[in-house]
């Protein structure tokens, strides 16, 4: 990565407060060139005094991160929609232009660690029980995960970051974390595209075993499944059960994301939102 001499950092701070249009055009402009890190070391040279300042900032690095989502949404339908873990940290993007994706890959690398040293001490390896009551112990017990039952309908519930520092997060997005974690031991864990509330299974040799990580790991079965989608007023489908594809997954956490906007009234949000599912669905 390119750096910028202080000098120049200082300087392009102290233009962050210019009132005259013309040169914050141009500031934005170069913004967008500015890699991450250039970007952060931008951000540390402002005091935490200067609110003005912080506030122009942030705004400018969100309104610069929100176009080139566009592109970056783009970018990985095209090549590198196999990679969950990537695409559900660009969604965090969109609330967090500075996000430290490097700190959460190896916060989620510790904890496979753990829980593989864990599993080895298992008595019976195969055993598809054994395996999610220790996974589940790990993840809800330990770390203390939970569905956020209180503000179900906070943006923040969509976005991974959030959901790992708070500990709390909606249906989705904690099994999200499920996902990318079972992924990286090697298990045999997929998604579950039921409507109003995402789960994820375990594909055992007999029949799926279903999960329901808002709810600490419950074990759901098939019969439970037709009771939530019967209490929805909605006629079951098999196709309830099946396993999403990685962009049906994104697109399915950035469609919870515009209704929320949409229910706010923040359209402006929402509209970005609507531009990057087109995106990701024109490769579907």
């Known amino acids: 990565m390119k750096t910028l001499p202080r000098s ?159 500990k709390s997060g909606n249906p989705i997005l904690l099994s999200m974390i499920y996902l990318l974690i079972t992924k990286r031991i090697g298990l045999s864990f997929s998604g579950v595209n039921m409507p109003a509330h995402f789960l994820i299974q375990y594909k055992d040799f007999f029949e799926p075993i279903f999960i329901d990580p808002f709810n600490q790991g419950e074990i759901i079965t098939k019969s439970m499944c037709q009771e939530r989608v019967k209490a929805l007023k909605l006629t079951w489908q098999e196709d309830y059960l099946s396993s999403p594809t990685n962009k049906q997954i994104i697109v399915r956490i950035l469609q919870n994301l515009i209704n929320i906007y949409q229910n706010n009234k923040q359209f402006d949000l929402k509209e970005y939102l609507e531009d990057y599912v087109n995106v990701i669905k024109r490769g579907m």
Do not use: C
Not at 77 to 94: G, I, M, P, Q
């Open 8 to 166: 120049e950092i200082k300087a392009i701070t102290k233009l962050l407060k210019t009132s005259d249009k013309e040169t914050f055009k141009l500031l934005e402009e170069q913004f967008k060139t500015f890699d991450i890190k250039i970007l952060k070391e931008i951000n540390s040279e402002i005091s935490l005094d200067d609110i003005e300042l912080q506030r122009n900032f942030a705004e400018l690095a969100l309104r610069i991160k929100r176009e080139q989502l566009k592109n970056d949404f783009n970018n990985w339908s095209k090549n590198n929609s196999n990679d969950l873990e990537e695409s559900v940290f660009l969604v965090a993007t969109f609330a967090s232009p500075l996000l430290d994706m490097e700190h959460y890959f190896k916060l989620i690398s510790n904890w496979v660690g753990l829980i593989s040293n864990n599993l080895k001490k298992i008595k019976l390896n195969n055993d598809p029980t054994s395996i999610i009551n220790e996974i589940n112990h790990f993840l809800f017990m330990e770390l203390g995960f939970k569905g956020n039952k209180n503000n179900f309908y906070d943006p923040e519930n969509s976005f991974i970051d959030k959901v790992i520092e708070k």
